[in-house]
C-alpha cells in the first residue's frame, strides 16, 4: 500500500472514486464525506526538515525523529526482539522516496531505531518498495514478503532474508536474485493493483499467502500456494472476494479462538477457532473485517450469517486508522496489531513541522465472547509509563450542562480509564428511522456534544482550552429503538482547533485544508441490564486514542489545539443530558515518555538478549 490521508467519502463520492497509486489527499465535501485524489508532491519529496517543530509531536506513540511514514510492515517477534519495518521518506514531509525502516524493542514501548533494512535497487523494486508481511519460517528463519515495483510500473511480490541470522538486531537483510520476484501476476491479474502480501500460513502440507487487487470493482484476495516457500501457484479461485468494494489493500487474515483472549499461530486451524478476514479499503480510505469460517477443503473463506463486507461492517477503528498489520506473538502468546494514523492537516503544514504520521498504540486483539466482532485493548506494557501516583475521582454525579475539571493531571499526556453509570433508561431519544442507512459519524456531527439529549451525550472533553473553545469530546448517546437502546460512541474533532480551513473561511485548496471530523461507531453492549458504560482514553498531544466497554468500538483522532497545548491543556468530565450521569470511578496517569527511536549506538534500553 502506498499510503494516503484516512479519510471517508461518501456513498456517491465512493462510487466515482479513482483508483491510482500515489498519496491521497482530501477533497473535504461538507462533514459527511470526501472524495479521495491520489497526488504525488514531486516537488516536495525530497525536501528534507531542517527543523522539527515539537508542538504537536507525540510524546508516546511510536513516531521517528522527523519525515513522513505510513503502514506498519512486517511486525515479528525474533529471538527475544520485537521487529518492526514501516513505510519511510527518509528525504521529506511527504510521501515518497520509500524505504523500510527499521526499529527494535524488547517491550513495544520503548524502541531503537536501526537501519533501513529494505530499499529500492533491484530491477524486481527499482520503483518501490512497499508495504508487506514477515513469516517465520521453520528453523526460526524470518522471511519477508513486499510488494516491489518494477520500471514498467507492475507490483510484483518479492522477498528479502537476513544477511546474517545471529546477529540479535538482524540489521541487514539482502534480496536474492533467484527466486525474486516469488510471485509475478500472470496476465489474469491486474499487475497495476496487486499488492501487500499477508503473513504465510501453512495448511495441508503448502504454505499460503494472500495478495491484495481488484477488478474494476470487484475487491479480490488472490490465494497463492507454494510446498517449499519458492515456487508459488496461484489458486484457481481467490480466498475471497465481494462486488462493488474495489481495491483491497493491505488484507490480513488470521485466526482467533473461541474461547479465551489468547492468541494463535497464524496456522492454527481447528473446530474451535473463527478466521478474520481484513482489508484496508482504498475506495473509504478505512479498514473492515469480517469473522467467519476458513474452508481448508475448499480453501476459501466464508463470512458468518450477519458478518458484512466492505463499508456495512465492522472496523477496527471508527477513525484515523489504515493499513494495519497484526502478528502472532510468541512470547506472550496473543495477537498484536499495528495501525499506522495520518495527518489530517495540510501537505504545506506537514513540510513546516518536518514530520507526518504516527503508528498507534499496539493493541491486543481477541475475539469477543459473543462472537460476532474482536476485543481490542492496548498492551499491557504501556501501562509501565503509567505515573506512581494517579488522580482519582469516584461517585461524582454530572447534572445537566455540568462540567468537572480532572485537575492534577498533565492533561496534554495522560492515560485516563472512567466508567459511567445511570439511574434509568427512560428519557432516551428515540432513535430516528433515517439514521439506520447513515454512517454513525453523520449521527454523531448531527446531535454533537451541546445537543441537549436524554442519556448523554456524557463523556470526556479532551484536549481542552480553559474555556473551552477548543475541546475533542469523546462521548456517550443513548438511543431508544424499539424495545432496545442504540449507543452512539463519538470522538468530535470539529471543535479541535481554532484553526480556520474550510471552503467557507479560506482560500486554501483542498489538500491544504485541516480535516476535523465527526468520527463515530456504535457499541454493541445491552445498557438495560447494567446501566453502565466504560471508556478508556490515550491523549498524547495530537491524538486520542479512545477505547469503549473494553475495546468493543475504538476510534481515534488527529487533532491539532492551538491553545490547549502542554500544559494549557485541560480534561473534563461532562454530561449534556437530562439524565444524570454518576462517575462511578475515574482514574488519571500522567504519561512518561519513552525511548523512542533513538538510534541503537545511542540508546538507553537495555537490548541484551
Known amino acids: 500500500m502506498m499510503g494516503g490521508k484516512n479519510l471517508r467519502p461518501s456513498m456517491a463520492t465512493t462510487l466515482l472514486h479513482v483508483t491510482a497509486f500515489c498519496v491521497v489527499v482530501a477533497t473535504i465535501i461538507g462533514n459527511s464525506g470526501v472524495q479521495g485524489s491520489h497526488k504525488v508532491y514531486r ?44 513505510q519511510y521518506n527518509p528525504k521529506g514531509s511527504v510521501w515518497g522516496n520509500i524505504v523500510w525502516a527499521h526499529s527494535v524493542s524488547k ?195 466464508i463470512p458468518d450469517e450477519g458478518s458484512v463486507d466492505s463499508w456495512a461492517g465492522i472496523r477496527y477503528d471508527y477513525g484515523n486508522f489504515y493499513a494495519s498489520k497484526s502478528f502472532f506473538d510468541y512470547k506472550k502468546h496473543r495477537r498484536i496489531l499495528w495501525g499506522w494514523a495520518n495527518e489530517s492537516d495540510g501537505k504545506t503544514r506537514d513540510v513546516n513541522k518536518g514530520w507526518a504520521g504516527i503508528q498507534l498504540i499496539p493493541r491486543k486483539v481477541w475475539l469477543d465472547p459473543n462472537g460476532k466482532q474482536l476485543l481490542q485493548w492496548p498492551v499491557e506494557e504501556l501501562e509501565t509509563l503509567r505515573s506512581a501516583r494517579p488522580v482519582t475521582l469516584s461517585s461524582k454525579v454530572l447534572k445537566q450542562g455540568q462540567n468537572i475539571e480532572v485537575e492534577g493531571i498533565t492533561a496534554a499526556q495522560a492515560d485516563v480509564e472512567v466508567s459511567f453509570s445511570f439511574q434509568s433508561l427512560d428519557k432516551a431519544e428515540p432513535f430516528d428511522p ?7 459519524q453523520d449521527v454523531c456531527h448531527e446531535k454533537g456534544s451541546t445537543v441537549p439529549g436524554g442519556v448523554g451525550p456524557f463523556g470526556l472533553l479532551t484536549l481542552a482550552s480553559e474555556k473551552l473553545e477548543e475541546l475533542t469530546p469523546v462521548m456517550f448517546r443513548v438511543f431508544k429503538k424499539g424495545d432496545n ?82 500544559p494549557k491543556a485541560h480534561l473534563f468530565l461532562f454530561n449534556n443530558g437530562t439524565e444524570e450521569v454518576t462517575v462511578d470511578k475515574l482514574t488519571a496517569w500522567d504519561m512518561a515518555k519513552p525511548v523512542m527511536n533513538v538510534p541503537l549506538e545511542k540508546a538507553s534500553i537495555n537490548t541484551e538478549l
Request: glycine content about 6%; proline content about 7%; hydrophobic content about 35%.
Open 107 to 301: 517491550d513495544l514501548i520503548n524502541w531503537e531505531a536501526l537501519e533501513p533494512a529494505i530499499e529500492a535497487s533491484k530491477p524486481f523494486d527499482i520503483k518501490g518498495c512497499w508495504s508487506g508481511s514477515a513469516t517465520i519460517l521453520p528453523g526460526n528463519k524470518p522471511f519477508i514478503q513486499y510488494t516491489g515495483i518494477d520500471k514498467d510500473e507492475r507490483q510484483l511480490q518479492d522477498f528479502a532474508v537476513p544477511k546474517n541470522l545471529s546477529d540479535p538486531y538482524l540489521r541487514e537483510w539482502v534480496k536474492p536474485d533467484q527466486g525474486n520476484p516469488f510471485i509475478d501476476p500472470d496476465p489474469s491479474v491486474n499487475a497495476s493493483a496487486f499488492r501487500d502480501p499477508t503473513t504465510a500460513w501453512f495448511v495441508n502440507g503448502e504454505w499460503h499467502t494472500v495478495v491484495g487487487s481488484k477488478k474494476d470493482m470487484l475487491g479480490i484476495a488472490y490465494l497463492y500456494t507454494s510446498k517449499d516457500f519458492k515456487k508459488w501457484v496461484k489458486a484457481k479461485e481467490p480466498l475471497h472476494s465481494v462486488q462493488g468494494t474495489g481495491m483491497w489493500e493491505c488484507p490480513d487474515f488470521y485466526p482467533v479462538s473461541q474461547t479465551g483472549d489468547r492468541g494463535l499461530d497464524t496456522s492454527a486451524v481447528d473446530k474451535s477457532v473463527k478466521h478474520v478476514f481484513k482489508v484496508s479499503l482504498d475506495l473509504t480510505r478505512f479498514e473492515y473485517y469480517t469473522i467467519g469460517v476458513y474452508d481448508t477443503d475448499k480453501e476459501k473463506y
Open 434 to 440: 433515517k439514521w439506520a442507512d447513515l454512517p454513525a
Open 43 to 86: 516537488e516536495l519529496q525530497s525536501v528534507p526538515a531542517d527543523k522539527v517543530i515539537e508542538t504537536h509531536r507525540t510524546g508516546y506513540h511510536f513516531q521517528p525523529p522527523k519525515h513522513w511514514i505510513n503502514d506498519p510492515n512486517g511486525p515479528m517477534y525474533f529471538n527475544g526482539l520485537y521487529h518492526l519495518f514501516y
Open 485 to 566: 437502546h442504540v449507543v452512539l460512541f463519538c470522538s468530535d474533532a470539529t471543535s479541535s482547533t481554532l484553526t480556520k480551513d474550510d471552503e467557507k473561511s479560506s482560500n486554501l485548496t483542498r489538500d491544504e485544508m485541516m480535516y476535523k471530523p465527526s468520527f463515530a461507531g456504535y457499541v454493541d453492549v445491552d445498557l438495560s441490564k447494567t446501566k453502565k458504560i466504560a471508556l478508556r482514553s490515550l491523549i498524547d498531544h495530537s491524538v486520542v486514542e479512545s477505547f469503549a466497554e473494553g475495546g468493543k468500538t475504538v476510534i481515534s483522532s488527529r487533532v491539532y489545539p492551538t491553545l490547549a497545548v502542554g
